[in-house]
């Protein structure tokens, strides 16, 4: 049985799926812009919507304040293993694939403006071959049936790499507002090249600058940009608000729209033209 979601939107017929992922050194806050992301087009009714936390460290489920039970990664560890184990957990009768891909199906968290699907650890000792083939079968079955698909990757780019999610449209770099971050964002833009993923738009974001304004970026950070060559969309300022929601515990998709982060990105959204 197709989940809820997927089901409502083959009856609706959307064929056309567009893949926005985020990448960025770990610390950057590109985890924050990209739960903001999600939230922003799931309240203007832009889904059906498939958000993904490709990051080991997973948090996206945090920013939009929502409890995750079970990771593909889990799943993954389960079946790779499932041979060695004293006790398989794979009932009698029941082969590999079918009980994979059912937990695989059970793993997707479905809410009322968006599903949500958190990838989990890496990758242990032992051959993952034939269980990566399944979950790329498996989120390839996914995300045709969504309008769009938003990823949260680690800085490595490993399950795009791998070709366990699918080919990126848009790529968006987070960086914070350093030349070190500058300079890490360019290492992975080269990353994206030496793979072949060939996305249709790479854009940087600067996070966490003294204001939302690009024209008052320090000369020197202006200058790191053009020497790596990156595009920057847009400039998101540090908000005070967004560390007191942390501390508080309080998922961050919920602070109010008028605050300047959410500002900035909903401002960077829109030049995406999604």
């Not at 398989?88 to 809410?111: C, R, T």
């Not at 967004?242 to 030049?271: F, H, N, S």
Request: with cysteine; charged share 25%.
């Amino acid at each position: 049985m197709l989940p809820r979601i997927i089901a409502g939107a083959i009856e609706r017929g959307y064929d056309v799926t567009q893949t926005i992922a985020f990448a960025g050194k770990g610390g950057t806050g590109k985890t924050t812009i990209c739960g903001v992301l999600v939230d922003y087009l799931a309240k203007n009714h832009k889904g059906p919507i498939l958000a993904v936390d490709a990051d080991a460290n997973s948090n996206l489920n945090e920013v939009l304040g929502v409890e995750v039970e079970k990771t593909l990664g889990e799943i993954r560890e389960i079946v790779a293993h499932a041979e060695l184990a004293e006790t398989s957990p794979i009932p009698s009768g029941v082969s590999k694939q079918d009980w994979a891909q059912y937990q695989f199906n059970s793993a997707l968290l479905e809410l009322d403006d968006y599903d949500l699907l958190v990838m989990g650890r890496t990758q242990g000792q032992g051959c993952y071959c034939y269980v990566n083939g399944l979950l790329k079968t498996q989120i390839t079955q996914y995300a045709k049936n969504y309008r769009y698909v938003i990823v949260d990757n680690e800085a490595g780019l490993e399950h795009i790499s791998r070709g366990v999610l699918p080919k990126v449209d848009i790529l968006l770099l987070v960086s914070d507002c350093s030349r070190r971050g500058i300079q890490a964002a360019g290492r992975l833009k080269v990353m994206v090249d030496e793979l072949g993923l060939k996305p249709s738009m790479v854009k940087l974001i600067v996070n966490r600058a003294p204001s939302g304004d690009a024209a008052a970026l320090e000369a020197g950070i202006l200058e790191e940009i053009a020497l790596q060559k990156l595009d920057l969309i847009g400039v998101v300022p540090t908000d005070e608000s967004v560390y007191r929601a942390d501390a508080e515990g309080c998922p961050t998709v919920e602070l109010p729209a008028d605050t300047p982060m959410k500002q900035a990105v909903q401002a960077l959204i829109d030049t995406l033209d999604l």
